[in-house]
């Protein structure tokens, strides 16, 4: 079972993962653990519908992504920004001075494009931002005993993603439920793929294949990030031990508060 996506007016991709199957066949709670994309296209109805349950708005996004489309209110959330990356990265994040000569490169080779998320992705567990964002990701689930947290970053595809990822990891969620939730962000961000590629010049400027390894999920992603943690901390375990800092009391906590 994967995540339930939210039925919202203009945000496609986000979900609650309340229902997941997790360790002991106990399910994660519903209303408390809720993925997205960016929040600037939110109409006023899905605004007030997120508001009636979600305290706390996490946001991924670099400080350049945050101030082109910021976030609207959402009630009384209180807001917490944790930039996973510091710098653009083409592909990602979606800032409008990115390098477009770099990005023009990308959209035209496949093979580039394919290695440059690779190494996007082989980061996530090594660099000091994403580690320390993570880090606090964590310390916030570890706090928050009502209501939702809402975590997102721009599609929702990749930073927050990963911050998914590791949650249902902690939770006991199977590998194979796992990597169908991660995958089923490609169904729900299927019409903001094609409108990119329709901005991009379609075929003539751009490869189909390139924007699809930029823009969509691929399984080889997300096990790319797999094989980094199994050689760098020996399991999955170890690098939420060892990078992330968490222990038994708060993997412990984490599973009290949101598994029944």
């Known amino acids: 079972m994967i995540s339930r996506k939210l039925e919202l007016e203009n945000l496609n991709n986000t979900r609650d993962l309340g229902g997941m199957t997790g360790a002991g066949g106990r399910k994660i709670v519903s209303g408390r653990l809720i993925r997205s994309g960016h929040l600037y296209f939110a109409s006023e109805n899905d605004l007030k519908t997120l ?7 996490i946001d991924f996004r670099t400080a350049a992504e945050r101030e082109e489309k910021p976030d609207p209110k959402l009630g009384n959330a209180r807001e917490i920004r944790l930039s996973v990356l510091t710098e653009l990265t083409e592909g990602v994040t979606r800032e409008e001075e990115s390098d477009k000569e770099a990005f023009k490169r990308l959209t035209l080779d496949p093979e580039l494009a394919r ?31 009502s209501g939702a947290v809402l975590w997102h970053c721009t599609a929702g595809k990749d930073r927050a993603g990963f911050a998914a990822v590791m949650t249902e990891e902690i939770l006991g ?26 901005l991009l010049g379609g075929s003539a ?3 189909d294949e390139a924007i699809d390894y930029l823009f969509t999920a691929k399984k080889e992603y997300l096990d790319t ?6 050689k760098e901390y020996g399991s999955f375990d170890g690098y939420l031990r060892q990078a992330l800092g968490l222990d038994d009391e708060m993997l412990n906590r984490l599973r009290e508060l949101y598994l029944e």
């Open 51 to 57: 508001a009636e349950n979600v305290h706390t708005v």
């Open 115 to 145: 290695a440059h998320m690779k190494k996007i992705y082989s980061g996530f567990p090594l660099t000091d931002a994403a580690k320390n964002a993570y880090r606090e990701f964590f310390d916030i689930l570890l706090e928050n005993e």
């Open 225 to 230: 990030v797999y094989e980094v943690i199994d």
């Open 173 to 198: 969620v199977s590998k194979e439920d796992i990597c169908a939730d991660y995958l089923a962000t490609n169904e729900n961000i299927r019409a903001e793929v094609e409108q990119l590629r329709d």
């Open 205 to 207: 400027d751009s490869s």
